[in-house]
Each structure stands twice: as C-alpha cells, then as structure tokens.
C-alpha cells in the first residue's frame, strides 16, 4: 500500500521552522542556535527535520565536526530569509508603528558600563516597557551580530565595520590620575613632560605604551611614552591598581570620578586630557526593525549622554550626535 506524503505543519509552525533553520545556519551549529534560541538542542534538531520532510530536501550536510548546506539548502536559506522579512513587514504594517514593544532583546555591552554606568537607563527602559525583556551581555570584544544572535551593541571606541548601523550617542572623557603615594616623593607635576619619570599602568584596549594629552585650551598635543608595570583590557582593573599606588592611569572619568571626590586618586595635569573615546549604538542593517529594537535604541539615545555627564560630575544632559 503506498503511503501518503506528510502532512505540511500548519502556517505558523512553517514560520518557526524556517526561523529555526535560519539561526542554525548564522549561529554555525545546533548547540548554538538552541542556546539563541532558549530551547534544546533536540528541538532543534526535531525542527530541521520536520522542515527538510515537509519540503522533500534534504537542507543540511552534518557530520560529527562540521555542517554544511547543500544546494537546496543555499536557495532555501536565502528565500526564507526573504520571506520572513516580507512577513515582519507585514505584521508591522498591520499593526502600526505605534505598537507596544514586546519580546526578547539581546544587547552587548562593554563589562565596565555594563555593569555600573547604563545600569540605571536599562532599568528605567525595562520599567516603561513590561512586555520586553533583555539579556545584557558584557563583554569588551566587538560583538558578532549573526553568529551570536545579537540585537544591538553598546560600543565604546571607532567603529570600522560598514555592515551596521552606527549612532554616536557620547563622547567619554579621559584623564591623568594617580594614588597619592605615587607622589609621595616627588613634585606635583604641572606638564605632560613631567609624567615619562613616573610608574605607569596601560589599558591595552586603547593605549599600550604611549599616550597623546592635549591641552583643554590651546588644544596643544603632547605625546607621553612609557613603560608600562602593568597592562590590562580592565577599566575596573587599573582603576583599582591605580587606587593601590600602582603606577599612573589614563582611564575614563566617570570610573575615577568617586575615588577622586573620596581622595584616594588625584587627577593629574588637569588642564591636560586624552582625547575622548566615542560612544556608539550599534545594529545591523536590515529592512524591518522590531519595536523593541527601535524603542530600546531610542531610549538609550536620550539617556545615555546625561548617564555619562552625571557620572563625570559635569552635570546637565547633552544633545546626542546625528546617525553616521
């Protein structure tokens, strides 16, 4: 007796089959697009095979080390891709751009302002929008939007890579301090040149074993090399080995700001600063962004700048940067 074909799985299991399919492929593995996902790996599994009966193809070339698509996979990878576009354009439509934000967001931010600076903007996006949630993910690299399914990212430095969108949302100042003991020996210094003699830390992520200080009034350039005791990609880090009498820093102001008002760290050469480091939003390029997406990175255009101002001690709230 000959059997029938499958039965198709309804329209909305269709959807989250090829949306499933789809994030196997970006993230490079099942483990990962289940871990993406929030789900398991067997269910991931379980959905890659439904998908691949009820089209009669087979999608996916896995082995124990690697996972490959095959032609049909190639064409179906790139229509669904299409097709889920068209159909969160769609629902957009229908909806209206007025609609409350709802679901999951995944946001990259760097560990130390992640962890004290944007804390309080996060909290008051989550209070105004309860349908949302966020994993906020610290972590200094550059984050990798598709392979580790990230919305947007909070990055501090230039950004170089032309497939996202970039907002600078804030400048972050930048200065000299060092622990008091640090000096116990010698002068105040009162221009760059003094500060070559001194121990110095480095914060390898911007500056190894030079730094430039320009001066806040005549915009004079003075470079200062060094030899670093110890170097380290942690803000918090040589923050804490400056306060133990370390050596010299140059970190950013918001992080040195208490310790400085407490006494525990001077600011050196106050006349004199490293150029301040751009804050941007990032996201990828794309023909929909959700609601979510578009809330969380308006919200984080308008509060960041006052978040840093206040932290630094200069106070009132600064009018972000236009879209580069």
């Not at 989550?126 to 990230?150: C, K, M, P, Q, T």
């Not at 140059?250 to 600063?273: K, M, N, T």
Request: charged share 20%; hydrophobic share 45%.
């Amino acid at each position: 007796m000959r059997r029938s074909p499958p039965a198709a799985p309804a329209t909305a299991d269709r959807l989250e089959l090829m949306q499933t399919f789809i994030r196997i492929v970006d993230a490079g593995s099942l483990s990962s697009a289940a871990a993406q996902l929030g789900t398991t790996q067997p269910t991931v599994s379980r959905r890659l095979q439904t998908l691949e009966r009820a089209l009669g193809l087979r999608l996916l070339q896995r082995s124990t080390h690697a996972m490959k698509l095959t032609e049909d996979g190639a064409r179906c990878y790139e229509r669904a891709k299409e097709l889920l576009a068209s159909w969160d354009m769609l629902e957009a439509d229908l909806r209206g751009a007025g609609d409350e934000p709802e679901g999951r967001l995944r946001v990259v931010v760097p560990h130390a302002f992640g962890q004290q600076l944007l804390v309080g903007p996060l909290t008051e996006f989550l209070n105004r929008h309860a349908r949302v949630s966020v994993e906020w993910l610290l972590y200094d690299r550059v984050a990798d939007f598709i392979a580790d399914g990230i919305d947007c990212a909070i990055h501090v430095g230039e950004v170089h890579d032309p497939g996202v969108v970039a907002i600078r949302v804030a400048e972050v100042p930048r200065i000299v301090v060092a622990a008091p003991s640090v000096l116990a020996s010698v002068p105040m210094p009162t221009h760059p040149d003094e500060l070559a003699r001194l121990p110095w830390l480095s914060l390898r992520t911007f500056y190894r074993n030079e730094v430039s200080l320009t001066h806040v009034d005549t915009g004079e350039v003075q470079p200062v090399t060094f030899h670093p005791r110890l170097s380290t990609d942690s803000l918090y880090a040589i923050r804490s080995a400056a306060v133990n009498g370390l050596g010299i820093c140059v970190a950013s102001a918001w992080v040195l700001h208490e310790d400085i008002q407490r006494g525990r760290l001077l600011h050196l050469v106050p006349g004199w600063r490293a150029a301040p480091l751009p804050m941007y939003l990032l996201y990828p390029h794309a023909r929909f962004y959700p609601a979510r997406l578009r809330a969380f990175v308006e919200w984080m255009r308008e509060t960041i700048p006052a978040a840093v101002a206040v932290a630094t001690g200069e106070g009132g709230k600064k009018k972000p940067a236009p879209e580069r």
